[in-house]
Nanobody, 118 residues
Framework: QVQLVESGGGSVQAGGSLRLSCAIS????????RGWYRQAPGKEREFVAR????????YYADSLKGRFTISRDNAKNTVYLRMDSLKPDDTAVYYC???????????WGQGTQVTVSS
């Protein structure tokens, strides 16, 4: 059973930073993509960033490049999202996900709220 548990969300003032964590159980050393989406109130869920678990290649939403950094810790089976220079528009629920590349099956975490005040 694949499970993803996010942590690290909270409230921060504009210009501040947060680091989100996503601890994954049920899959290790696998051909997966792991990453983050977010959903702001009244908006559709949007892609933030992802990392290939096999070779560490990273991908970002164009609008977030330079401010957000995704990383992984293979030993802890955890993926992180470092968010810098946060803006009120970054306020959203952030969801961790895992996609099994071979099957396309996707699993989601429960989400963690990030609130950025001006």
């Amino acid at each position: 059973q694949v499970q993803l548990v996010e942590s690290g969300g909270g409230s921060v003032q504009a210009g501040g930073s947060l680091r989100l964590s996503c601890a994954i159980s049920g899959r290790r050393f696998s051909n997966d993509d792991r990453g983050w989406y977010r959903q702001a109130p009244g908006k559709e869920r949007e892609f933030v960033a992802r990392v290939s678990w096999t070779d560490g290649t990273t991908y970002y939403a164009d609008s977030l490049k330079g401010r957000f950094t995704i990383s992984r810790d293979n030993a802890k089976n955890t993926v992180y999202l470092r968010m810098d220079s946060l803006k009120p528009d970054d306020t959203a629920v952030y969801y961790c996900y895992l996609t099994i590349v071979d099957t396309g099956n996707r699993y989601w975490g429960q989400g963690t709220q990030v609130t950025v005040s001006s």
